[in-house]
């Protein structure tokens, strides 16, 4: 089945730290890969996504993600966070069928 | 200013009543979307609708409804038959739901609890 994994529930980072949440996918064929964010009391929000080519890719903010196909990985990386960062982090896939399916969430707190 | 607008931002419902929840989107978008969000579930889709007067079911459709009568409206009905209802809903839209075109646009939500 398809589905999306997500495995660091709570990230707790002090600022200026480097930050990668882990996403993995269940798919087979092509897919399409995205991050979106939450930050609180917002819509949720597109971060960056992933349909073809360069499999880095950068989003707003100076987040970017890198798409290792071997790993069926889409990790969310920045090299050093702010505390405005703070907010829920959902990565996202849709594959042939385009049934995006999104995984269960990571919520980032950053310490000022 | 466009965009997606969900009402109202919160609900109560009463066992044993229904209660519609709306989304309207002024982006022209021929996709819509209801997902569920719950603690440490993610996102789950409820229903979506590719085009004006079509809609199909979702992962969790049990013990809701939707209609779409204009490009515009995607409202979500939740019905007395969904026994756990409490939970953030979000509406979303697309272009459309094919490949790069879709890109989900949210609304802020709506929070809907059982008294």
């Known amino acids: 089945a398809q589905s999306v994994s997500q495995h660091n529930h709570h990230v707790i980072l002090s600022e200026a730290a480097s930050l990668e949440l882990g996403c993995n996918y269940s798919?087979?064929?092509?897919?399409?890969l995205f991050w979106y964010v939450q930050y609180p009391g917002q819509h949720l929000q597109l971060l960056l996504k992933?349909?073809?080519?360069?499999?880095l890719v950068k989003g707003i903010k100076g987040f970017e993600a890198e798409f290792i196909k071997s790993k069926f990985s889409f990790n969310l990386r920045k090299p050093s966070v702010q505390w405005s960062d703070t907010a829920e982090y959902f990565c996202?896939?849709?594959?042939?069928?385009?049934?995006?399916?999104f995984g269960a969430g990571t919520r980032l707190t950053v310490k000022p | 200013d466009g965009g997606i607008t969900q009402s109202p931002k919160y609900l109560f419902r009463k066992e044993g009543q229904n209660v519609t929840l709306s989304c309207e989107q002024n982006?022209?978008?021929?996709?819509m979307y209801w997902y569920r969000q719950d603690p440490g579930q993610g996102l789950r889709l409820i229903y979506y609708?590719?085009?004006?007067?079509?809609?199909q079911k979702g992962d969790i459709a049990e013990g809701y409804s939707v209609s779409r009568e204009k490009k515009e409206s995607f409202p979500l009905t939740v019905t007395s038959a969904q026994k756990n209802p409490t939970a953030f809903y979000l509406c979303?839209?697309?272009?459309?739901?094919?490949?790069?075109?879709?890109?989900?646009?949210f609304g802020a939500g709506t929070r809907l609890s059982v008294l």
């Open positions: 979303a839209s697309s272009i459309s739901r094919g490949g790069s075109k879709n890109i989900q646009y």
């Open positions: 798919y087979g064929g092509t897919v399409n």
């Open positions: 992933y349909f073809s080519g360069d499999p």
């Open positions: 996202a896939a849709a594959g042939n069928n385009n049934d995006m399916r």
């Open positions: 982006l022209n978008h021929d996709a």
């Open positions: 609708s590719q085009i004006v007067n079509d809609f």
